[in-house]
């Protein structure tokens, strides 16, 4: 059996992946301080049972209405990224 090698990261690589862990906490917090927060909870769920209901469509022969929830879903997730002024 070989002898596995270690390697240890440098001094800048730790600052490095601790200053990335420092900004993803500053976006996190950042996110939880917007008034809209409970609305962005709910997309998740809502997002689930559109896509649902889009391949209910699509099974039935509703391209069309599938096509139209699918453009609708996409427009709300751009919506709801900008930030509120």
């Known amino acids: 059996m070989t002898k596995r090698n270690y390697n240890r990261r440098s001094d800048d690589e730790i600052i490095a992946d601790l200053e990335a862990k420092i900004t993803q906490l500053q976006v996190k917090i950042q996110s939880k301080q917007r008034p809209d927060e409970p609305v962005l ?18 099974d039935h022969g509703r391209g069309d209405v599938s096509n139209s929830v699918m453009a ?7 919506q709801l990224r900008e930030p509120i002024e």
């Open 41 to 58: 909870k709910e997309l998740p769920k809502v997002r689930r049972k559109l896509a649902a209901f889009s391949q209910l469509c699509m």
């Open 72 to 78: 609708f879903l996409t427009m709300l997730e751009t």
